[in-house]
């Protein structure tokens, strides 16, 4: 078994994968959002 070194794993689809969560989980707070206003503005 090889030795671990610490910081020399390359994270680079890691950190692609969290910056599309990131920003899927942006939309989706400001689509709740933006329903939640229209909701209150039309009374429903």
Not at 2 to 13: F, L, N, P, S, Y
Not at 23 to 43: D, E, P, Q, R
């Amino acid at each position: 078994m090889a030795d671990h070194e610490h910081g020399k794993m390359d994270i680079t689809e890691h950190r692609k994968t969290f910056a599309g969560f990131i920003k899927l989980a942006s939309w989706v707070a400001g689509l709740s959002i933006l329903a939640l206003i229209f909701m209150a503005l039309t009374n429903a």
